[in-house]
């Protein structure tokens, strides 16, 4: 962006970004899913509102995630090389590990290492649940989903490519 004064370009403007927000108050994510139909529809009762994209944070992602009622945060997966963090802000999200269930409330945290346990959160309540969700963004990771034929790569620029599990494109 650039600020014109008489029809000259004087100075290269950056966006600002801002220091501080509500949560609450940042954006929803313009697309609801990474994931190829018709994976995308079992996540559409989820918002995920990007916090740390605000900031210009890199390194590691930061989402304000609402699952409403009958919804799931994610199919379950697994990473290979990042690690998640969620923290329970509201509502009571029911935990799915390979271990089993276990149902989550206010003020509960779980994290999962890299190549740890597959899980997701399902929303089997009647009320909204509100996760922050935390993870890092390391390339090259891989992600295992072991109830669905599907799995994922994350590229260098980020993005995410999905293949069924016998390698062949979605």
């Known amino acids: 962006m650039y600020r014109l004064e008489s029809n000259l370009v004087v100075e290269r403007m950056m966006p600002i970004k801002p220091d501080a927000i ?13 994931y190829p139909e018709p994976y995308a529809s079992f996540v559409a009762d989820r918002i995920k509102q990007p916090l740390g994209d605000i900031f210009g944070l890199s ?13 799931i945060s994610a199919l379950h997966h697994r990473h290979s090389m990042q690690d998640e963090f969620i923290y329970v802000l509201e509502g009571r999200p029911t935990l799915i590990t390979d271990a089993g269930e276990r149902q ?19 929303n089997r309540t009647s009320h909204d649940c509100i996760i922050l969700e935390i993870g890092d963004r390391t390339t090259g990771d891989q992600v295992s989903y072991p109830s669905d034929d599907l799995q994922a790569v994350m590229r260098d620029d980020g993005s995410w490519k999905f293949t069924h599990k016998n390698g062949k494109d979605y």
């Open 104 to 122: 989550l409330e206010v003020g509960m945290v779980a994290g999962f290492p890299a190549n740890g346990t597959a899980h997701h959160l399902e």
């Open 59 to 71: 390194n590691f992602g930061v989402n304000l995630t609402r699952l409403l009622p009958n919804s």
């Open 22 to 34: 509500f949560a609450c108050d940042a954006p929803a994510r313009l697309k609801p899913s990474n």
